[in-house]
């Protein structure tokens, strides 16, 4: 059995660690933050601080193909969230009419888990520290490797209290910036280009606890309320034990939306949105969290991670170190989970490191990953420029020709709203389940949706872009 040191202790370090504990692998984890408070889950997730993890005060939710990881790979980790109070959400209630009538075998897998993030994380912490074959050590950072004469095998890790920790993998799980690419540069190793493109948004969260049991409204997107707009997003999730976010996104240069981080502007402009208002209406819920403010990152897919040409053998990206997709889409988690438990499955098929094993890897986080940068940077495109048109009041750009003559994912969800077939396929690739290419660049699917787009559905009354900048401003339309 090998020795695994992962660098960082959040989604994707611990399922990471999770996954080769359970093989057997010996595990050392280096988290930069401190360890989570003790106690029951409910009350150590209010006291839980992430200062190096500034979305764990945002809004999440956990897709489909998070649940199908979780329920296949770790159902202990599962039902210690529903434990702590997170609910199953039936994809199917969202369903326009007709979809009822004709169920599939698959129906089964669309499900999402309504679950705060930082809840998720703290049964996924704790089930990792149960593990008799992990280590996790708090308030240290990985700055460099440890590899071989040779230079060409990573062989463990330095950390910046002077730790040498040897291992036969190492594993780069520190999120977004992808520290092992500096890494690679101390080694004196080349880093492959990335793919990046922007995301272009400002999100806006706040977090609330119902009164009472009963959900005051419908999850109209079946695993939230509200919409993905002309100009704007304003949605709801359910979290666990009777906790719900409302995130609202705008372009970053939205200068009429810059007053959202005060309450009463953030209020006005949720209240606004079709679906939340009975969310928000008196004696409901209460505010649990200020407002929390967040710049997106680019779209990226991390070429070092990817590449086949892998510099160094036995060094490894996951999660947000591999690739980072726009959070509207809210994949991250679910990404996370699935590259973890595929990269064990790896290691253990690919014992010994070198060419082979980087390869495989590289291409097993290709296989996960492309598609959904690839999806992730046409949807930006097209919706970018349809805020920046609403908002600037410029002509809107021609609709984009999606890859490959695909569809815009803004025509496939005006075609799911009346066709039931249209919405099986948009919800599987919205929940991960299917990828774009296997269902959007089927013929009869984009058939469908050509018929579909102009049969007439039930208007959303999404505010206007005037009605949102006089509710911004705090006039109630
Ligand atoms: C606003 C927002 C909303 C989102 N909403 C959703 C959603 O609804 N659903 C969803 O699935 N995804 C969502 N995501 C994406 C999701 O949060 C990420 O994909 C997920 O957090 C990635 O987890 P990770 O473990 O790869 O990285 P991170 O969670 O960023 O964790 C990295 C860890 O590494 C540690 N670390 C960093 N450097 C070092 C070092 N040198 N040494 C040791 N430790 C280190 C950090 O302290 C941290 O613990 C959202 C993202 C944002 C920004």
Known sequence: MSTVVVAGASIAGLATALAASLRGHRVIVVERDGPPPDGPVADAVGRWARPSVPQASHSHTLTSVGVRVLRTRAPHVLAAARAAGAQLLDLLTARPPGVADEPEADDAELVALACRRTTLELVLHRAVLDQPRVQ?????????????????????????????????????????????RSWLRIAGHPVAADLTSPTDIRGYSRFYRLRGTDAPGPLNRGNAAGVVGDHYAGVLHPGDGGTFSIALAVLPDDDAMRELRDPAAFTSVAASTPGLGPWLADGVADPISPVHAISTRPNVLRGHVVSPEQPLAGLFGVGDAAGVTNPLFGRGVSLALAHAFELVDLLDAHPDPGPAQSRAAAATARDLLLPWYLQATEDDRERIARWRAAVTGAPPAPAPVGHGGRPALRTIGMAAATDPVVWRGLTRVLMGLATPAAVFDDEGFRARVRDAVHVPAAPTPAPTRAALVRAAAGERS
Not at 140 to 146: M, P, T
């Open 136 to 180: 996790v050590r708090y308030g240290l950072k990985v700055e460099a490797l440890l590899v071989d004469r040779a230079g060409r095998r990573a062989t463990g890790v330095t950390t910046d209290d002077g730790d040498r920790i040897a291992a036969d993998v190492v594993v780069d799980a520190t999120g977004w910036r992808a520290a092992s």
